[in-house]
Structure formats: C-alpha cells, structure tokens
C-alpha cells in the first residue's frame, strides 16, 4: 500500500466548477509534490513545497491553486479548468534532505476528467 | 534535446525469461542520479532502483538490476525471472547535481516503456 493517501481517486467536473485534491502523508518528509500526467506520457512537475513553503511553480496557470496547510497535507485547488487539464494529477512527497539519491513516493493519483 | 531517452516504446516477454529495458541520458553534471520507476494500471508510481553517477557498482534491488555504462551514458534495467505482475509502465529518470540550485524535485523522466509480460 502507498504511503501517500491521494483523493478523490476519480473526480468530474464541468469548467465552472471549484474541486479540490488531496494528498496526505504520514512519513514525516518535508518536501510534497503534484505532478501532472496526460495518457501513456511521463509525469510533469507542476509545483514544490518545502518546509510548507511553495518552492517551485513550474509556470503552471493561475486555474491551479496550492495549498499546504502543514507538513503532512497537500491540496491542489481547481478552479475554471479547461478540457485539456483532464490527467491524472499525481502528489508526491520525499525527505527534503537535498542529495542526488533522494526519492519520491508517489500516491496512487487523481484521475480528472473536466467535461 | 532530450535528456533521457527510453527507445522502446512498448517491450514483450515470456514469464520467468529476463528482460532488459534501455535507457540513455545526456547531462554535463559529474555528479547525478539515476532512478527507475514502475507504474501499474492503477497509477502510482513505484522506485524500483536508483544508480548515482559515482557509484563503482552496478545498483541491484531483488529481480531489478542496473547495467550502468557511463561512458555510454545509459542506464539500462534488467528484470529477471519476470512476473506477470510485472506488467506496467516503465519510466528511467535522472535528477542532476546543478538543477537550479536545487536538488529536489526536479526529476527528469524518459518517455517510458510499456512492458507486458506473457504466460
């Protein structure tokens, strides 16, 4: 069993609506992650916390909001999507201990369908 | 240009043969990392193995092996004695010793490889 407790595992939504994903970890890691996947492609990194903080956005639009109310919980708030956002969203968490062999624990995912 | 390269984009193999998954990657760093994960049906994506650039010895984790050829820049994994459990998505990835100044996170993933494995 993952680590990485994610949900809703599946989620629909129309473009107007406001959803939210969770993500939760209990390993005690100090860096959480959401990553983006389209069909069959590899994972996109879409944002970093550290420390609670944001650290990286990767230039994702403002319709993807994050939130990180403590160390063990991750959101990602939806807001306006357009069809093309339909993926499956992925949160990952790792040590944050800042070495080349650190690894991420990914969660089962999000899968998101935006109608 | 594209860091990691997985060639194949689908691979097959009999159950309890050996398979060999390629992967190449291209970086200037001395100093990086180099990761496989798997990805089953439902989505989350497993470490299976990781080789960093200076290790002398090839990585192996249980039925996972890493033929690491540095001056061929390639990574490949080996799964022996494979499982249909096996079956999944295949991604080879590297984290860089100068990424942003920052070595968390930004992992870099190769297209992937789909391995099914048949009785």
């Known amino acids: 069993d993952t680590e990485v407790t994610q949900t809703p595992k599946h989620l629909v939504m129309g473009m107007t609506n406001k959803k939210s994903l969770k993500c939760e970890q209990h390993m005690g890691h100090r860096a959480m992650y959401w990553y983006k996947q389209k069909a069959k492609k590899p994972p996109e990194l879409m944002f970093v916390y550290s420390y609670e903080k944001l650290s990286i956005n990767e230039s994702v639009p403002s319709r993807f909001s994050p939130e990180c109310p403590n160390s063990s919980l991750l959101n990602l708030h939806l807001h306006a999507l357009q069809p093309e956002d339909s993926a499956l969203y992925l949160c990952?968490?790792?040590?944050?201990?800042?070495?080349?062999?650190?690894?991420?624990?990914f969660g089962s995912g999000t899968q998101l369908s935006v109608l | 240009a594209q860091k990691i390269t997985q060639t194949q984009p689908g691979m097959f193999v009999q159950e309890k043969e050996a398979v060999t998954l390629d992967c190449t990657y291209d970086?200037?760093?001395?100093?990086?990392?180099l990761f496989w994960y798997k990805q089953p049906s439902s989505g989350e994506m497993i470490f299976l193995i990781y080789?960093?650039?200076?290790?002398?010895q090839n990585a192996t984790e249980g039925r996972y092996s890493l033929n690491f050829q540095k001056a061929r820049k390639s990574a490949n994994l080996v799964i022996s004695a494979s499982q249909l459990g096996d079956s999944a998505m295949y991604f080879c990835?590297?984290?860089?010793?100068?990424?942003?100044?920052?070595?968390?996170?930004?992992?870099?993933f190769g297209q992937g490889t789909i391995l099914t494995v048949h009785p």
């Open positions: 990835a590297m984290r860089e010793g100068n990424a942003g100044g920052t070595s968390y996170g930004k992992l870099t």
């Open positions: 080789q960093g650039s200076y290790d002398e």
């Open positions: 970086t200037s760093d001395q100093s990086y990392g």
């Open positions: 990952a968490s790792s040590q944050l201990r800042s070495q080349i062999n650190e690894k991420l624990f």
